[in-house]
């Protein structure tokens, strides 16, 4: 069974920074992409960011380019989203995802982690 | 503003059948595979429906979804009071090489 579980939320100053931490396991890791997306307070999906399985390629929303981070340690199965000069509009809960056959479709979804940039 | 155009909400009585549109442009669906997400409220997204109308282990043949050009359409038979959730459209966007959602439609059965 396939089982994403994150960590790291919590809350954040303005201009501040925080990491989140997905830990994988039920699946061949290595193999796979995985990516995060985020949902606002009553708002729809966000797409975020994704990494290859190998993690020589990454891929970002224009929204957080060059403020956050994606990365994996294919040794621990975890993924990573590194996330700086936070702001409100980065308040959301971050799912970390599973995708299968390239980036065609999220096959596996985590629990959730709260973010909540506020001073 | 999502890239992709969902109707906000749609309601319909137990037993009917309703369907949701999920519209893009040629670099994202008309490129690639669509994928749909079922979101009860409070809970995370699952995957419904994905390569445009293929059913993961589990989910009811109630549930099914087509693509033509740059649309795609969810369809939900036999509605049950157990489908009322937000659906959520997905795919690749291969001009800015990054995922896009659709805004979303909330599902009411009345």
């Known amino acids: 069974e396939v089982q994403l579980l994150e960590s790291g939320g919590g809350l954040v100053p303005p201009g501040g920074s925080l990491r989140l931490s997905c830990a994988a396991s039920?699946?061949?890791?290595?193999?796979?992409?995985m990516g995060w997306v985020r949902q606002a307070p009553g708002k729809g999906l966000e797409w975020v960011s994704a990494?290859?399985?190998?993690?020589?390629?990454?891929y970002y929303a224009d929204s957080v380019k060059a403020r956050f981070t994606i990365s994996r340690d294919n040794s621990k199965n975890a993924l990573y989203l590194q996330m700086n000069s936070l702001g409100a509009e980065d308040t959301a809960v971050y799912y970390c995802?599973?995708?299968?056959?390239?980036?065609?479709?999220?096959?596996?979804w985590g629990q959730g982690t709260l973010v909540t940039v506020s001073s | 503003q999502s890239v992709l155009t969902q109707p906000p909400s749609i309601s319909a009585a137990p037993g009917q059948k309703v369907t949701i549109s999920c519209s893009g442009s040629?670099?994202?669906?008309?490129?690639?595979?669509v994928s749909w997400y079922q979101q009860v409220p409070g809970t995370a997204p699952k995957l419904l429906i994905y390569?445009?109308?293929k059913r993961p282990s589990g989910i009811p043949d109630r549930f099914s979804g087509s693509k033509s050009g740059t649309s795609a359409t969810l369809g939900i038979s036999g509605l049950q009071t157990g489908d009322e959730a937000d659906y959520y459209c997905?795919?690749?966007?291969?001009?800015?090489?990054?995922?896009?959602f659709g805004g979303g439609t909330k599902v009411t059965v009345l």
């Open positions: 997905g795919t690749w966007d291969s001009s800015v090489s990054a995922g896009v």
């Open positions: 990494i290859s399985g190998s993690g020589e390629s990454t």
């Open positions: 039920g699946f061949t890791f290595t193999i796979y992409g």
């Open positions: 995802v599973h995708y299968r056959d390239g980036y065609n479709f999220i096959n596996n």
């Open positions: 040629g670099s994202n669906i008309g490129k690639n595979y």
């Open positions: 390569d445009n109308n």
